[in-house]
């Protein structure tokens, strides 16, 4: 493994592949605890339609995927805070939606699509510099949203509590919905779509067995969800295993310590 | 004269098209308890949410202190929700609960002043024996009283209260009621409390709003439920309890 990071594409999976990984487990905690679990599909889903309009479009597919997937989370939040509609059902309309756009751009453009492929189950070796560029924008952006840690917890335990405190929630749902969808996209390229919700659940669910408080759930998830990319990448470079699946049974296997030494 | 601390004049809050208050008008004085009675669907809790400021009032006004609502400091406000709103998958230790009364924030860790300052909240709501429980593994009794403690932590000025009672034992109810009358003396708070509980309301109430989407009557329990009203509202007079009726707890 040592001899693998001499190699450009390998250091940039290993640092990419751990900063999504921390960003995703850290907002996968508010995920799992708001009982979002379904956001992260819906969100991926989303990201299959901009990744497919900007096959459609021979632009850089993450371009295009980043606002749509944006829109497309705001609307959900939208949907929910406007009309009576719960949030799975404001995520199941725009998953389908999304899928749709996506499958009709992609018979839209007659030739056969290597990108479509790569993004459909992630590749974690093709993570190009661009790529690293904005993962670490991302988690430079995550960090400058660590002093919202209080107030987005507090509304998520209660959030009448944190209205009457006048706090402002319904921002924060459109700020935290937009994080989300961010990381969901980046996660796509690198654990591909079908896989990129465990990122945001399965090291906070883990974290959740393991500890009674929130505070601790945070820090834990932030642990397994890097621990897990670290571990999985090279098993997966060891075992010649696909990345992205590799680093999902590596979560897993935390998550079945959680079950077994749960608190 | 005492002054009003709490002012409604001819308030209608409308939710979904629907009208669920109308023409609601009364005063309250300082320090006085006031409990909110009626049947299910009445608008008690919509009425406490307009006072604190969570939903808006299509017609007339509402004042604070002479402020309105959703001006006043969240601070003077200490709002004890229905303990089953709590999402008891929350990873959360009962003092924790407590704090974010002063700070208004989930606290990432206590530091001394403030799990003292909590433990002393929780001390007044007799809950320091289960401070570092987890909240999701109380029973309801002993999380009313963390959401007391919580209210009391930021020492307000008005207390709102939301079936405080439900799901409490005759004692449950009884300490309950003392540990909210030790804190109204000392600190001369203003305590509204939605109850189902008629008895408690005639012994422990200085007024009694009787509501049903309007106001039915406002005054001193005695003079509020009478039969007439109770009738009016409920359908029936309801049950005496001769044992404590007319004696003034304390």
Same mark, same amino acid.
């Given at each position: 493994?040592?001899?693998?990071?001499?190699?450009?594409?390998?250091?940039?999976? !290993?640092?990419?592949?751990?900063?999504?990984?921390?960003?995703?487990?850290?907002?996968?905690?508010?995920?799992?605890?708001?009982?979002?679990?379904?956001?992260?599909?819906?969100?991926?889903?989303?990201?299959?339609?901009?990744?497919?309009?900007?096959?459609?479009?021979?632009?850089?597919?993450?371009?295009?995927?980043?606002?749509?997937?944006?829109?497309?989370?705001?609307?959900?939040?939208?949907?929910?805070?406007?009309?009576?509609?719960?949030?799975?059902?404001?995520?199941?309309?725009?998953?389908?939606?999304?899928?749709?756009?996506?499958?009709?751009?992609?018979?839209?453009?007659?030739?056969?699509?290597?990108?479509?492929?790569?993004?459909?189950?992630?590749?974690?070796?093709?993570?190009?510099?661009?790529?690293?560029?904005?993962?670490?924008?991302?988690?430079?952006?995550?960090?400058?949203?660590?002093?919202?840690?209080?107030?987005?917890?507090?509304?998520?335990? =209660?959030?009448?509590?944190?209205?009457?405190?006048?706090?402002?929630?319904?921002?924060?749902?459109?700020?935290?919905?937009?994080?989300?969808?961010?990381?969901?996209?980046?996660?796509?390229?690198?654990?591909?779509?079908?896989?990129?919700?465990?990122?945001?659940?399965?090291?906070?669910?883990?974290?959740?067995?393991?500890?009674?408080?929130?505070?601790?759930?945070?820090?834990?998830?932030?642990?397994?969800?890097?621990?897990?990319?670290?571990?999985?990448?090279?098993?997966?470079?060891?075992?010649?295993?696909?990345?992205?699946?590799?680093?999902?049974?590596?979560?897993?296997?935390?998550?079945?310590?959680?079950?077994?030494?749960?608190? | 004269?005492?002054?009003?601390?709490?002012?409604?004049?001819?308030?209608?809050?409308?939710?979904?098209?629907?009208?669920?208050?109308?023409?609601?008008?009364? =005063?309250?004085?300082?320090?006085?308890?006031?409990?909110?009675?009626?049947?299910?669907?009445?608008?008690?809790?919509?009425? !406490?949410?307009?006072?604190?400021?969570?939903?808006?009032?299509?017609?007339?006004?509402?004042?604070?202190?002479?402020?309105?609502?959703?001006?006043?400091?969240?601070?003077?406000?200490?709002?004890?929700?229905?303990?089953?709103?709590?999402?008891?998958?929350?990873?959360?230790?009962?003092?924790?609960?407590?704090?974010?009364?002063?700070?208004?924030?989930?606290?990432?860790?206590?530091?001394?002043?403030?799990?003292?300052?909590?433990?002393?909240?929780?001390?007044?709501?007799?809950?320091?024996?289960?401070?570092?429980?987890?909240?999701?593994?109380?029973?309801?009794?002993?999380?009313?009283?963390?959401?007391?403690?919580?209210?009391?932590?930021?020492?307000?000025?008005?207390?709102?209260?939301?079936?405080?009672?439900?799901?409490?034992?005759?004692?449950?109810?009884?300490?309950?009621?003392?540990?909210?009358?030790?804190?109204?003396?000392?600190?001369?708070?203003?305590?509204?409390?939605?109850?189902?509980?008629?008895?408690?309301?005639?012994?422990?109430?200085?007024?009694?709003?009787?509501?049903?989407?309007?106001?039915?009557?406002?005054?001193?329990?005695?003079?509020?439920?009478?039969?007439?009203?109770?009738?009016?509202?409920?359908?029936?007079?309801?049950?005496?309890?001769?044992?404590?009726?007319?004696?003034?707890?304390?």
């Amino acid at each position: 493994m040592i001899e693998a990071l001499a190699l450009p594409f390998m250091r940039r999976a !290993l640092e990419a592949g751990l900063l999504v990984g921390a960003v995703a487990s850290y907002l996968g905690v508010f995920v799992v605890q708001r009982g979002l679990g379904f956001f992260g599909d819906g969100l991926a889903h989303a990201a299959f339609g901009g990744v497919a309009l900007g096959i459609l479009l021979g632009a850089e597919p993450l371009w295009v995927a980043i606002p749509f997937t944006l829109a497309a989370a705001l609307m959900i939040v939208w949907v929910r805070d406007r009309t009576a509609l719960k949030y799975d059902t404001a995520i199941g309309v725009s998953f389908a939606v999304s899928m749709a756009l996506g499958i009709i751009f992609l018979s839209l453009r007659q030739e056969y699509s290597r990108d479509a492929l790569t993004y459909l189950f992630g590749s974690i070796l093709a993570v190009t510099p661009a790529d690293l560029w904005i993962t670490r924008a991302l988690a430079a952006a995550s960090l400058c949203m660590l002093p919202l840690w209080g107030r987005w917890a507090y509304a998520t335990v =209660d959030p009448e509590l944190a209205r009457a405190d006048r706090l402002p929630t319904r921002r924060d749902d459109y700020i935290l919905a937009a994080a989300i969808a961010i990381t969901v996209v980046i996660a796509v390229k690198v654990v591909g779509m079908v896989l990129v919700a465990a990122f945001l659940v399965i090291p906070p669910a883990a974290a959740r067995l393991l500890t009674r408080r929130f505070a601790t759930m945070t820090l834990l998830s932030v642990v397994i969800g890097a621990i897990s990319v670290l571990a999985g990448l090279i098993l997966s470079y060891q075992c010649d295993l696909p990345s992205g699946p590799t680093i999902i049974l590596v979560q897993a296997a935390f998550f079945a310590a959680g079950v077994t030494f749960r608190r | 004269m005492t002054a009003n601390a709490i002012s409604v004049r001819d308030v209608e809050v409308r939710l979904g098209g629907a009208t669920v208050l109308s023409d609601i008008s009364f =005063d309250i004085r300082e320090s006085s308890f006031v409990a909110i009675i009626g049947p299910n669907g009445a608008g008690k809790s919509t009425l !406490l949410k307009a006072l604190l400021g969570l939903v808006d009032t299509s017609r007339g006004t509402i004042t604070i202190d002479g402020i309105a609502p959703r001006d006043i400091p969240a601070a003077w406000a200490g709002y004890v929700p229905q303990v089953k709103a709590l999402d008891r998958d929350f990873p959360a230790l009962a003092i924790e609960l407590v704090a974010t009364g002063p700070h208004a924030r989930w606290p990432w860790r206590l530091g001394a002043e403030a799990r003292a300052h909590a433990l002393e909240a929780l001390e007044l709501a007799g809950a320091k024996h289960i401070a570092d429980r987890p909240a999701g593994r109380l029973s309801g009794g002993e999380l009313q009283r963390v959401y007391l403690a919580r209210a009391f932590s930021r020492e307000p000025k008005f207390i709102l209260l939301d079936e405080p009672a439900a799901g409490l034992d005759v004692a449950g109810e009884a300490d309950m009621y003392h540990i909210i009358e030790s804190y109204q003396r000392k600190h001369r708070a203003t305590v509204m409390m939605i109850t189902h509980d008629w008895d408690g309301a005639r012994i422990h109430a200085s007024d009694v709003l009787l509501l049903n989407r309007t106001n039915i009557g406002f005054g001193p329990p005695d003079t509020v439920l009478n039969d007439q009203t109770l009738l009016q509202v409920f359908g029936h007079k309801g049950h005496t309890h001769p044992k404590t009726e007319g004696t003034r707890h304390d």
